[in-house]
Structures are given as C-alpha cells and as structure tokens.
C-alpha cells in the first residue's frame, strides 16, 4: 500500500535485499510501531498521495530534459515535505528522526519554482505559458504588448487627432494589413506627409506612419520574442537546479523510506501483525 512510485520501487528493493544487520532491522521495527501507535501512518499516507516522483524528476533535471510539469510537479510536491517533517516532530525512533531531517528541503529550491514556474504551466514549452507572470519584466513586457496593445492604439489616435486636426481619423488593427491610421477619402489629401498609404477603400485611405510600423513589428514580434525568452529563462532554472540535485535527491530517499514504513504500519494494523 505505498503511496508514491518512489516508495513502490525502493519496497521492491528492500524485499529483494533483506537486511543481515540486526540494530538496522531493530531500527525499521522500532520506526513501524511508532507509525502504529501514535496512529501517524494514516495521516502521512494521504500526505504522500500528494507527492510524485521526485527521483525521476530529478534524473531529468540533471539531463536538463525535465519539462515543465515536472517543474510544477516538483515544486507542489516538495511544498508537502514540511507537513510530513510536523507530524514526525515528536517521533522517537531514530529512523523516523532521521527521516524528519532528511525531508528539509533547500529553501532556494522552493522559492524559485514558485516564483518562476505557473500554477499550471503548459505541457511543452515551445507553447509558452510556463513562466509565471512576475518573474521576469522583460517577459512579462512582451506578453502585455501581444495582449494589451489596444491603450496604446487609444493614446495614439488621441495623440494624432490632436496633432493632424484630423477629428475623424481612426488607428486601429486587423489580422490582415496588421496596425493602420483610417482617413475618410475627403480628408485623405490633408494627411501629414509622413503618413504613408497602405490600402484604399471606397470610403477612405488607410496610412501607416514610422512610429506606428515601429509599433506594429514589435507587436508581431512579440510572441516569437516571447517564446525565445521563455525558453532563456527555462534553461537557466535548470541550471540553478543542478547544484541542488544531491540535496532533493536526500529528501526523495526520505519520502520513499517513509512511504515504505508506513505501508509496513499500514499492512500490520489491517491484518493485526504483532
């Protein structure tokens, strides 16, 4: 009745490994009827529901091949490590303090892959949508220019109306001719030089300005740059990872060991073992 496939795995190893050390025997029995006596192995047990498989996350971490619901995975798991350390507290047996140490996780760890990783990033990351809002202005920047370019289209037309005397003059956007200033056809001839048609209608001429293209191509631009930064940054967590590596490779051996002595307590209070 392991919780986690790291426990599943490490049961399957101790059972093709019996122990030949007595005190390490004495030690794995001291640690089963503490968790059945104080009764802890049901409440750790749906702790450890909640945990995924830290040692293949980390394997894939260490390959820098870890995808972002690793990353997310990761960090949700390891925000349940300190609930695990609390009803350990008042444990006695030696193994279970130990296990209690062994389960602190590296505070830069945690406080990155919250700030960094999105509550639900995407599954891959050339679709973006992985890096959390906040977590890096230059991105954040390119996002709001892909989703919140229509205030500067309303700051812009206010500006030229006020510039032009064109009242009636309209800067908008579609997905065909992209960014463009409308005129109706009997202003068109009273157009700054500077505007620069792009299309004529039946009822008026649609412009483009330097400023306005400038605009334009770093809106288009936006999520190609968006997705290419997205893709910087990812890579540099897992680079602040690695050096981390053999410390959650410490908390997951932990996990695993507890996830296995809890199914022992498990086991021995279901069918009255003694």
């Given at each position: 009745t392991t919780q986690t496939a790291m426990g599943a795995r490490l049961l399957r190893h101790w059972l093709h490994h019996p122990l030949r050390d007595r005190s390490l025997v004495l030690k794995r029995h001291q640690a089963v009827a503490e968790l059945m006596q104080a009764k802890h192995h049901a409440a750790l047990h749906e702790l450890l529901r909640q945990v995924a498989d830290i040692e293949r996350i980390l394997a894939r971490v260490a390959l820098k091949s870890a995808?972002?619901?690793?990353?997310?995975?990761?960090?949700?798991?390891?925000?349940?490590?300190?609930?695990?350390?609390?009803?350990?507290?008042?444990?006695?047996?030696?193994?279970?303090?130990?296990?209690?140490?062994?389960?602190?996780?590296?505070?830069?760890v945690t406080q990155l892959l919250m700030?960094?990783?999105?509550?639900?990033?995407?599954?891959?990351?050339?679709?973006?949508?992985?890096?959390?809002?906040?977590?890096?202005?230059?991105?954040?920047?390119?996002?709001?220019?892909?989703?919140?370019?229509?205030?500067?289209?309303?700051q812009y037309e206010a500006a030229e109306k006020a510039r032009t005397g064109l009242q009636n003059l309209k800067v908008e956007f579609n997905s065909v001719h992209g960014f463009y200033i409308e005129i109706s056809r009997a202003q068109a001839d009273n157009a700054p030089t500077e505007y620069r048609r792009r299309q004529t209608l039946k009822n008026?001429?649609?412009?483009?300005?330097?400023?306005?293209?400038?605009?334009?191509?770093?809106?288009?631009?936006?999520?190609?740059?968006?997705?290419?930064?997205?893709?910087?940054?990812?890579e540099q967590i897992l680079e602040q990872l690695i050096p981390f590596i053999t410390a959650l490779q410490t908390n997951s051996g932990a996990v695993a060991s507890l996830d296995v002595l809890c199914c022992f307590a498990e086991r021995a209070s279901a069918l009255n073992y003694r």
């Amino acid at each position: 009745t392991t919780q986690t496939a790291m426990g599943a795995r490490l049961l399957r190893h101790w059972l093709h490994h019996p122990l030949r050390d007595r005190s390490l025997v004495l030690k794995r029995h001291q640690a089963v009827a503490e968790l059945m006596q104080a009764k802890h192995h049901a409440a750790l047990h749906e702790l450890l529901r909640q945990v995924a498989d830290i040692e293949r996350i980390l394997a894939r971490v260490a390959l820098k091949s870890a995808r972002p619901r690793d990353l997310s995975a990761l960090r949700d798991s390891l925000s349940q490590l300190p609930f695990l350390q609390n009803l350990l507290v008042d444990c006695k047996s030696i193994l279970l303090e130990t296990l209690g140490a062994n389960l602190q996780t590296p505070l830069q760890v945690t406080q990155l892959l919250m700030q960094a990783i999105k509550p639900e990033p995407a599954s891959v990351l050339r679709e973006g949508g992985v890096i959390a809002d906040g977590f890096d202005a230059e991105l954040d920047e390119l996002r709001g220019l892909q989703t919140n370019h229509g205030d500067f289209l309303l700051q812009y037309e206010a500006a030229e109306k006020a510039r032009t005397g064109l009242q009636n003059l309209k800067v908008e956007f579609n997905s065909v001719h992209g960014f463009y200033i409308e005129i109706s056809r009997a202003q068109a001839d009273n157009a700054p030089t500077e505007y620069r048609r792009r299309q004529t209608l039946k009822n008026a001429e649609r412009f483009i300005t330097p400023e306005l293209k400038a605009f334009e191509d770093k809106v288009l631009s936006a999520n190609e740059r968006a997705l290419a930064r997205e893709k910087m940054l990812y890579e540099q967590i897992l680079e602040q990872l690695i050096p981390f590596i053999t410390a959650l490779q410490t908390n997951s051996g932990a996990v695993a060991s507890l996830d296995v002595l809890c199914c022992f307590a498990e086991r021995a209070s279901a069918l009255n073992y003694r």
